[in-house]
């Protein structure tokens, strides 16, 4: 009897010595894993723009950033697939709905401008530049090859054109038709666009953001900033989107793209800034008001809200972290965080995801019907102004009413533009889509006035 105890007890010291080493090599090959991110089975250069040849050496990054050809739709945003025959012109079988036939008043607002040929709902970076090259208008009005900045990588073709100079390459692009552009570049947002190829650092590639953001700096008195060597890691989470997830404008014969970030990002600093060089987009076919066609302003929406404030970047949200084996790495999947709610919100909100969900879509709610409102003042007062200038009103009599027209409008398509349905900044996307209201029905009651005079 004490034979066999003995050995039961040499049996199961001898199984749990076998179980501790084992556990000890795991953990010390798991921390070794951690030290090791990567395994480097090909070398990366300043020229390797190839997504898939980064993804050698990073192949979970490069599954994620895969997925980025997903198409789902959350309440207020995203794509479904939409059929459609190919044709000769445009090959494509799948895009996103229209937003001109959801919602029809957006080619009242947008009369005159390309916009109102085509609109579509946003679709994953996958399409970027896809979707880009053969939307409808291309046709309705020539692009420049400014266009190509944000909807492709386009960091070593700017190299290239400069003969290694990056801003020189930025502006030879931007001064050719977008066709001859389109031949420079072969693919969408790519991993060289975001990361040093040698330390995989984030890094700012956009001419157009490094330019923007210097002037931003420069209006709070920080001179000759340089983003790349200035931003701290949490700001290049959020400025590596903030390349393109902009308002800009084409400036000059030139068509250098810029950001109207020389007084500040809020939307009266932009205005101001449009109204002292005088910019405008385009002519209202209808009105003859000179008009501004809003972007997409999340960055600049994103900086105002709370979540800014808090710190909190726009990959934390967006390209929330998460755990494969021992390695931590950023999800390249790229989508919103309502699609993914466990990691994007639950870290920081202890809330359920039904919870966290409702919350959002509230918001979101509020906004939309305060953005129907907005719509329907604007362009009720496109067809006041329209009416009264079909009247025989001169330039003169019209030119408060277009004014505000002008202001209005720019203030809902800001809003329309941007990608969140005021989630970014709940608060500022109502206080701005107020504004837009007041200023429509003041430009109704000019029309009014000038009437009984």
Not at 77 to 85: D, L
Not at 101 to 129: C, N, Q, V
Not at 268 to 295: I, N, P, R, S
Not at 420 to 443: K, N, V
Request: charged share 30%; with cysteine.
């Amino acid at each position: 009897m004490k034979k066999q105890t003995l050995i039961t007890i040499i049996t199961l010291a001898t199984i749990a010595t076998f179980g501790l080493v084992a556990l000890l090599v795991n953990i010390f090959e798991k921390k070794q894993e951690a030290k090791n991110p990567f395994f480097r089975v090909v070398e990366l250069t300043d020229e390797t723009e190839d997504p898939a040849i980064w993804g050698k050496n990073f192949p979970m990054q490069y599954d994620d950033y895969k997925k980025t050809v997903d198409m789902q739709r959350t309440r207020f945003g995203g794509s479904e697939a939409t059929p459609r025959t190919p044709t000769q012109a445009d090959p494509r079988s799948i895009v996103a709905q229209s937003r001109l036939e959801e919602d029809p008043r957006l080619k009242t607002i947008w009369a005159g401008y390309a916009f109102s040929k085509d609109f579509r709902e946003e679709r994953g970076h996958a399409y970027m530049l896809e979707d880009q090259t053969f939307t409808e208008r291309q046709q309705a009005s020539p692009q420049p090859g400014t266009c190509i900045h944000c909807h492709a990588s386009v960091y070593v073709p700017y190299k290239k054109l400069g003969d290694g100079d990056l801003i020189k390459g930025f502006e030879k692009m931007n001064q050719l038709p977008y066709a001859e552009a389109r031949k420079m570049v072969t693919h969408p947002v790519s991993c060289i666009d975001c990361h040093n190829p040698q330390t995989m650092e984030l890094r700012i590639t956009r001419p157009g953001f490094i330019e923007g953001i210097k002037a931003l700096k420069a209006s709070q008195g920080i001179a000759d900033y340089d983003v790349n060597k200035m931003a701290t890691r949490q700001e290049m989470r959020t400025y590596v989107c903030g390349q393109c997830h902009v308002e800009y404008y084409f400036k000059g014969k030139e068509k250098r793209l810029t950001y109207p970030w020389f007084k500040g990002f809020k939307i009266e600093d932009m205005l101001a800034y449009y109204d002292e060089v005088g910019h405008k987009d385009w002519v209202h076919a209808e009105t003859g008001a000179e008009m501004l066609k809003a972007q997409h302003p999340e960055f600049e929406m994103f900086n105002q809200g709370i979540h800014a404030r808090a710190g909190v970047a726009c990959a934390d949200c967006h390209m929330p972290f998460k755990r494969e084996g021992a390695m931590k790495i950023s999800d390249h999947h790229v989508q919103s965080p309502l699609l993914n709610i466990n990691r994007s919100c639950q870290t920081c909100h202890k809330a359920s995801e039904d919870e966290l969900k409702a919350r959002a879509e509230m918001i979101q709610e509020r906004v939309f019907k305060m953005r129907n409102r907005a719509m329907d003042a604007v362009v009720a007062l496109i067809g006041d102004i329209k009416k009264t200038r079909e009247s025989g009103a001169t330039d003169e009599q019209l030119k408060e009413a277009r004014n505000f027209q002008r202001q209005a409008q720019f203030r809902l398509d800001f809003v329309e533009a941007e990608n969140s349905m005021g989630f970014h900044a709940p608060q500022e996307a109502l206080r701005i889509l107020g504004e837009s209201i007041d200023m429509a029905r003041q430009g109704q009651l000019t029309l009014i006035k000038e009437k009984r005079e």
